[in-house]
Nanobody, 126 residues
Framework: QVQLVESGGGLVQAGGSLRLSCTAS????????MGWFRQAPGKDREVVAA????????YYADSVKSRSIISRDNAQNKVYLQMNSLKPEDTAAYYC???????????????????WGQGTQVTVSL
């Protein structure tokens, strides 16, 4: 059974930083792309960042590019999202996900992900 558990969310002032963590279990984590998505109230879920299963290839949404870093530790079955210079518009529930395809290319679309965590809330205040 695949499980993903996010942590690290919270309330932060604009301009602050947070580091989100996701711990995966139940599959060969290192063989799949991992992604971070977010969903704000009343909006569709959107991709924030993704990292390939090898070579560290990454993708970032324009809205977080230059402010965020996605990384993974395959030995610990963890993926991280460091977010800096946070803005109120970053307020959302953040979800990590693991891709459908093993040994695939970098997955950046929601429909390319098979398993999802429960989410961690990030709230950025002025």
């Amino acid at each position: 059974q695949v499980q993903l558990v996010e942590s690290g969310g919270g309330l932060v002032q604009a301009g602050g930083s947070l580091r989100l963590s996701c711990t995966a279990s139940g599959r060969t984590f290192s063989s799949y792309s991992m992604g971070w998505f977010r969903q704000a109230p009343g909006k569709d879920r959107e991709v924030v960042a993704a990292i390939s299963w090898r070579n560290g290839l990454t993708y970032y949404a324009d809205s977080v590019k230059s402010r965020s870093i996605i990384s993974r530790d395959n030995a610990q079955n963890k993926v991280y999202l460091q977010m800096n210079s946070l803005k109120p518009e970053d307020t959302a529930a953040y979800y990590c996900a693991t891709s459908t395809t093993r040994f695939g290319t970098l997955s950046t679309r929601e429909d390319e992900y098979a398993y999802w965590g429960q989410g961690t809330q990030v709230t950025v205040s002025l």
